[in-house]
T-cell receptor, first 113, second 116 residues
Framework: GENVEQHPSTLSVQEGDSAVIKCTYS??????FPWYKQELGKRPQLIIDIRSNVGEKKDQRIAVTLNKTAKHFSLHITETQPEDSAVYFC????????????FGQGTRLTINP | SAVISQKPSRDICQRGTSLTIQCQVD?????MFWYRQQPGQSLTLIAT?????????ESGFVIDKFPISRPNLTFSTLTVSNMSPEDSSIYLCSVEATGTGSFEQYFGPGTRLTVT
């Protein structure tokens, strides 16, 4: 089955700098790659996603890139702000039948003022 | 996106007992999913619930331990049976966004379960 690896497990950046989180997946049939942000005690929130027919997608300060050949995708956050501090999860959908999600291990992002 | 609620929001249960978690959505959805998030960990899919058919369980999860009901297109329940401390987790339901071709999944607020 699908396996998603996420790095780094923790990331600390200065406010205003950029943060990059990387994920790799194993199943070449996977076709949908969402990113979730989870604040302490809250539910995971979908922040951006990308499909396998697109190489890059941007939404304000957040962007996601996908390299299907290498089977990896990345989350880029620019001009980081303290409210970006959270745990971020990548996921992949194996693309067969129901769109279940296989999650990476998560990255705890801390923005230092 | 759909509005998803779960009951209870949290509970403390004794080992050997069972707890049923409810998930209610404000619109009809085809697929509902149940995930487990152990303390400080990622999310793991337990099963996929489709209305009118038996749930499909992921490897490592069995129906006897996690029976699921899906009586209609807006509601599902997950029961955690014969609980042990290892079942202490957050249990989340999720649904796919309605609309043609949408793969987006949204989560309920979760049920924090502590087994003593």
């Amino acid at each position: 089955g699908e396996n998603v690896e996420q790095h780094p497990s923790t990331l600390s950046v200065q406010e205003g700098d950029s943060a990059v989180i990387k994920c790799t997946y194993s199943d070449s049939a996977s076709n949908y790659f969402p990113w979730y942000k989870q604040e302490l005690g809250k539910r995971p929130q979908l922040i951006i996603d990308i499909r396998s027919n697109v190489g890059e997608k941007k939404d304000q300060r957040i962007a996601v890139t996908l390299n299907k050949t290498a089977k990896h995708f990345s989350l880029h956050i620019t001009e980081t702000q303290p409210e970006d501090s959270a745990v971020y999860f990548c996921a992949a959908s194996p693309g067969q039948g129901a769109q279940k999600l296989v999650f990476g291990q998560g990255t705890r992002l801390t923005i230092n003022p | 996106s759909a509005v998803i609620s779960q009951k209870p929001s949290r509970d403390i249960c004794q080992r050997g007992t069972s707890l049923t978690i409810q998930c209610q959505v404000d619109s009809q959805v085809t697929m509902m999913f149940w995930y487990r998030q152990q303390p400080g960990q990622s999310l793991t899919l337990i099963a996929t619930a489709n209305q009118g058919s038996e749930a499909t369980y992921e490897s490592g999860f069995v129906i006897d331990k996690f029976p699921i009901s899906r009586p209609n297109l807006t509601f599902s329940t997950l029961t955690v049976s014969n609980m042990s401390p290892e079942d202490s987790s957050i249990y989340l339901c999720s649904v796919e966004a309605t609309g043609t071709g949408s793969f987006e999944q949204y989560f309920g607020p979760g049920t924090r379960l502590t087994v003593t």
